[in-house]
């Protein structure tokens, strides 16, 4: 890990910048999210459509066709009704911050049987993540419009906080041990 510090600790100051603009402008950075979702998925659905139509001999060729269609469609909807997808986008992020705290934690656990000091940053987020949901969970549909934005940008410092934290505890020297199991 020490020789690769340096590139945790960029990556942990590009996820807290990232972040505080998600929470100074979170109602643009939910329809910033929403709409990259949107326009993700038509780009990827066109690809689909020239792939169908150009291999249209291959076996599968009428799913290839319906899948495509299908991610247009989902694309085209996120883009002409923002709104509604904000509110899809926000019930996958639940489960995305349900699993990003789960594994999150889990990487603490594994630090921690290495006897690494500060372990406890990444626990830190897990939990955060986990509280997250909570506060996504409590405070829907109102505040939909504006949710995503400023939990993805929590998110963000404390993921960036807790590689910055792990990182230059490696960088000071601390030397990373299996403990033993006991």
Excluded: C, D
């Excluded at 998925?41 to 291959?58: M, W």
């Amino acid at each position: 890990m020490n020789s690769h510090s340096k590139w945790y600790v960029i990556e942990g100051i590009v996820l807290v910048l990232l972040g505080a603009f998600s929470i100074l402008l979170p109602t643009v950075a939910t329809l910033a999210i929403e709409l990259l979702v949107g326009w993700v998925f038509v780009i990827s659905a066109v690809s689909g459509l020239i792939t169908s139509f150009r291999t249209r001999n291959s076996p599968g060729f009428i799913w290839s066709l319906v899948s495509a269609l299908i991610g247009l469609v989902a694309g085209a909807a996120l883009l002409i009704w923002p709104l509604v997808g904000v509110l899809s986008l926000t019930s996958i992020l639940t489960a995305f911050l349900i699993l990003r705290g789960m594994t999150s934690i889990l990487f603490a656990l594994a630090h921690k049987r290495y006897a690494t000091p500060r372990w406890g940053y990444m626990l830190l987020n897990g939990v955060v993540s986990i509280l997250l949901v909570a506060v996504i969970l409590w405070s829907l549909p109102i505040s939909a419009t504006w949710v995503i934005g400023l939990i993805v940008g929590l998110n963000m410092i404390f993921s960036g906080l807790a590689l910055i934290g792990i990182a230059l505890q490696e960088r000071i020297g601390v030397t990373s041990k299996p403990a033993p199991l006991t």
